[in-house]
């Protein structure tokens, strides 16, 4: 038995293939590790963006160095930077510049301290904060061009609400929108209007997510609520700021469609900002070849000023 057992396995042995030698080879797992697995699901979006983003970018640029024809709509032949030269001795586009400058200057931090300042309001416990919190969200989920609408009837200097109850006090007629500097004003309180909500949410999801053991131990030292303020809160809220600055600052050089719809650039361009101008002297007055110079010129500009603002807010938060 122990014979025939042995002669068995022997036979087994022999008629099994060898490892490496014959049989059908294992195919062999290609690990690809943590950045090949992340680039393979990020590609589909890539090429989304590629298509959505990149296309418009270079065709735009295309369209710049050529002479646009309107017969065939398409770029008919290379003109160089004769478009720019073209767009930079434009007296409306310079205006339009610093109108989008002044709008910008003005804005931007007022709807930081604004927006900042109510969201420590809202964070602290009183009855009704509930209730105003959801009344901020109102400005900021309406339409743009819904919000420059109803705030230019409102802004009417013969029917426009404001005035009627500016009138029952002895002020007005007031040109809201006549007024070149108050169009201005006018401009910048609607956009604060609209805008401020989305600060106020930034700053509100910073705040809550502060430690609270610095503030036990700052009181426990016998810091006051100013010096907490300054040397403790401050700080810490120093890359929320700049975060919030910086979405803001990209959101509001798109102004458009308020502007569009509440002054319509007017009066006389004293609130037609860049975006607009570009809009008229392409759609409107069919100069496509200098719209696009204006645009590329301005996505330039836009781009390094975020590149310094990006390496200001990393210097305040190694400094802080």
Same mark, same amino acid.
């Given at each position: 038995?122990? #014979?025939?057992?042995?002669?068995?396995?022997?036979?087994? $042995?022999?008629?099994?293939?060898?490892?490496?030698?014959?049989?059908?080879?294992?195919?062999?797992?290609?690990?690809?590790?943590e950045?090949?697995?992340?680039?393979?699901?990020?590609?589909? $979006?890539?090429?989304?963006?590629?298509? /959505?983003?990149?296309?418009?970018?270079?065709?735009?640029? &295309?369209?710049?160095?050529?002479?646009?024809?309107? $017969?065939? +709509?398409?770029?008919a032949? &290379?003109?160089?930077?004769?478009?720019?030269?073209v767009?930079?001795?434009?007296?409306?586009?310079?205006?339009?510049?610093? @109108?989008?400058? =002044?709008?910008? *200057?003005?804005?931007?931090p007022?709807q930081m @301290?604004?927006? +900042?300042?109510? #969201?420590?309001?809202?964070?602290?416990?009183?009855?009704?904060?509930?209730?105003?919190?959801?009344?901020?969200?109102?400005p900021?989920?309406?339409?743009?061009? *819904?919000?420059?609408?109803?705030?230019? /009837?409102?802004?009417?200097?013969? &029917?426009?609400? =404001?005035?009627?109850t500016?009138?029952? @006090?002895?002020?007005?007629?007031?040109?809201?929108?006549?007024?070149?500097?108050?169009? /201005?004003?006018?401009?910048?309180?609607?956009?604060?209007?609209?805008?401020t909500? +989305?600060?106020?949410?930034?700053?509100?999801?910073?705040?809550?997510?502060?430690?609270?053991?610095?503030?036990?131990?700052?009181?426990?030292?016998?810091?006051?609520? !100013?010096?907490?303020?300054?040397?403790?809160? %401050?700080?810490? !809220?120093?890359? @929320?700021?700049? #975060?919030?600055?910086?979405?803001r600052?990209?959101?509001?050089?798109?102004?458009?469609?308020?502007?569009?719809?509440?002054?319509?650039?007017?009066?006389?361009?004293?609130?037609?900002? *860049?975006?607009?101008?570009?809009?008229?002297?392409?759609?409107?007055?069919?100069?496509?070849?200098?719209?696009?110079?204006m645009?590329?010129? *301005?996505?330039? %500009?836009?781009m %390094? %000023?975020?590149?310094?603002? +990006?390496?200001?807010?990393?210097?305040?938060?190694?400094? &802080?």
């Amino acid at each position: 038995m122990s #014979a025939l057992r042995t002669r068995s396995s022997r036979a087994g $042995a022999a008629s099994a293939p060898a490892r490496g030698t014959g049989g059908s080879p294992r195919p062999r797992r290609i690990r690809l590790g943590e950045p090949g697995t992340a680039w393979i699901f990020m590609t589909p $979006a890539l090429v989304l963006l590629a298509g /959505m983003l990149l296309y418009p970018i270079v065709y735009t640029l &295309w369209v710049s160095f050529s002479d646009f024809d309107l $017969a065939t +709509f398409q770029p008919a032949g &290379w003109v160089g930077w004769h478009n720019y030269q073209v767009v930079l001795a434009d007296p409306g586009f310079l205006q339009s510049l610093k @109108v989008t400058a =002044v709008y910008l *200057v003005i804005a931007l931090p007022l709807q930081m @301290v604004l927006g +900042f300042g109510l #969201a420590f309001l809202l964070n602290v416990e009183w009855r009704g904060r509930g209730l105003l919190r959801a009344l901020f969200l109102i400005p900021m989920v309406v339409a743009p061009v *819904v919000a420059g609408g109803v705030w230019r /009837m409102l802004l009417d200097p013969l &029917w426009g609400v =404001v005035n009627y109850t500016l009138g029952l @006090v002895g002020i007005g007629p007031v040109e809201w929108i006549g007024d070149p500097t108050l169009a /201005m004003v006018s401009l910048i309180l609607i956009d604060t209007w609209r805008w401020t909500p +989305f600060v106020v949410l930034i700053a509100s999801a910073g705040i809550m997510a502060l430690p609270s053991d610095v503030y036990e131990a700052a009181r426990s030292d016998g810091a006051g609520r !100013l010096q907490i303020l300054r040397h403790v809160t %401050i700080p810490l !809220l120093v890359p @929320v700021v700049a #975060a919030a600055f910086i979405v803001r600052w990209l959101g509001a050089v798109k102004m458009f469609d308020i502007a569009l719809a509440a002054t319509k650039g007017g009066p006389g361009q004293a609130t037609d900002v *860049v975006n607009l101008y570009i809009y008229e002297k392409g759609f409107r007055g069919l100069e496509f070849g200098s719209a696009s110079s204006m645009a590329t010129l *301005v996505l330039l %500009i836009t781009m %390094i %000023i975020t590149y310094f603002l +990006f390496r200001l807010s990393r210097r305040l938060e190694n400094r &802080w």
